[in-house]
């Protein structure tokens, strides 16, 4: 081989072995959570088998507290848009009583170093895992749903402060006295959208009457009226979801919210409320409105509120 010749072949192989040697693989540790109704821990190690093939070992904590449990995956990785597919095998040891084993498909970002995706289950939803060394994980939603005996997982913390949005309701104009009430107002904006009721859920509190709780889904995109019978001083609430959201704050006399689910099957939703100890807390309705042509009837107002 001429000298010229032979010296471009070397620094052409030293650079490609400097790419590679630069490159950041999929291959190591990771934690984090993933969502099947609740949130749950998970850990997991990804081995490069080369030419796209890669391996894993998928570990969680039993819900007794009475140690894990660990199957085997296999899959591809494509490092040209970083996308991945894990499946099951086989379990490495024996069989928890109870559980099956689920796939995954999702993104490898080399820069942060995290893995997201969808787990491959009708009643599962997405995963979040960090790699050692990366980007940390950011702590859950208030109000998010956490498997029993698996809440001391640092993935699966929550934020303490669940202040949460103050519930809002237009005051009325002594000037101009209201000749309805906010949320007639709400519903015939609703109707004037083409959006038609499709139910309401019905806020259950504690023994302390201090937090309430409501769960609700979304499928694809729907708009969410908050009602409010009774006390509303000091009431807040939080929405903990995985769907997109956007609030109409004061736009409208009381809280509309529009959500649009994320996955096929729909995206899950729980409401919290919370408010000051003292009298009877107040009746709330969380109403659900669609943009389909079905409607439930005449409902989507408090039962009290009907019967006026």
């Known amino acids: 081989m001429p000298r010229r010749l032979l010296s471009a072949y070397w620094l052409l192989t030293v650079f490609l072995a400097a790419g590679q040697a630069g490159a950041v693989g999929i291959a190591g540790s990771y934690s984090g959570r993933y969502q099947c109704?609740?949130?749950?821990?998970?850990?997991?190690?990804?081995?490069?088998?080369?030419?796209?093939?890669?391996?894993?070992?998928?570990t969680f904590p039993l819900e007794t507290g009475a140690g894990s449990a660990s199957y085997s995956m296999s899959g591809h990785y494509d490092e040209r848009n970083g996308t991945f597919q894990l499946n099951p095998q086989?379990?490495?040891?024996?069989?928890?009583?109870?559980?099956?084993?689920?796939?995954?498909?999702?993104?490898?970002?080399?820069?942060?170093?995290?893995?997201?995706?969808?787990?491959?289950?009708?009643?599962?939803?997405?995963?979040?895992?960090?790699?050692?060394?990366?980007?940390?994980?950011?702590?859950?939603?208030?109000?998010?749903?956490?498997?029993?005996?698996?809440?001391?997982?640092?993935?699966?913390?929550?934020?303490?402060?669940?202040?949460?949005?103050?519930?809002?309701?237009?005051?009325?104009?002594?000037?101009?006295?209201?000749?309805?009430?906010?949320?007639?107002?709400?519903?015939?904006?609703?109707?004037?959208?083409?959006?038609?009721c499709v139910g309401s859920?019905?806020?259950?509190?504690?023994?302390?009457?201090?937090?309430?709780?409501?769960?609700?889904?979304?499928?694809?995109?729907?708009?969410?009226?908050?009602?409010?019978?009774?006390?509303?001083?000091?009431?807040?609430?939080?929405?903990?979801?995985?769907?997109?959201?956007?609030?109409?704050?004061?736009?409208k006399p009381i809280p509309v919210i529009q959500m649009k689910g994320l996955w096929f099957g729909g995206t899950q939703i729980r409401w919290v409320f919370t408010r000051p100890a003292g009298d009877r807390p107040p009746e709330i309705y969380v109403h659900q409105w669609s943009d389909t042509t079905f409607d439930s009837g005449p409902g989507c107002k408090a039962p009290k509120t009907n019967n006026k």
């Not at 949130?39 to 093939?53: E, M, N, Y």
């Not at 997201?116 to 790699?131: H, M, R, V, W």
Request: proline content about 8%; overall charge negative; hydrophobic content about 35%.
């Open 37 to 58: 109704r609740e949130w749950r821990a998970i850990d997991l190690v990804i081995t490069d088998q080369g030419s796209g093939l890669i391996s894993a070992v998928f």
């Open 90 to 196: 086989s379990w490495l040891g024996r069989r928890p009583p109870g559980y099956n084993m689920i796939g995954m498909q999702g993104r490898f970002d080399p820069n942060s170093r995290m893995l997201t995706g969808k787990i491959d289950n009708l009643f599962c939803g997405i995963f979040q895992l960090a790699g050692a060394g990366g980007t940390p994980l950011p702590q859950l939603p208030p109000g998010s749903p956490v498997a029993p005996a698996q809440g001391g997982s640092p993935a699966l913390r929550s934020d303490p402060v669940e202040a949460g949005i103050e519930y809002w309701q237009a005051p009325e104009d002594k000037a101009t006295p209201r000749e309805s009430e906010p949320i007639d107002d709400v519903i015939d904006w609703l109707r004037k959208e083409k959006y038609s």
């Open 201 to 251: 859920q019905h806020l259950s509190w504690d023994a302390s009457g201090t937090k309430g709780t409501a769960l609700d889904r979304v499928n694809t995109r729907a708009r969410y009226v908050i009602e409010c019978d009774g006390n509303c001083r000091g009431l807040r609430y939080i929405v903990a979801t995985e769907a997109q959201v956007q609030n109409f704050g004061h736009s």
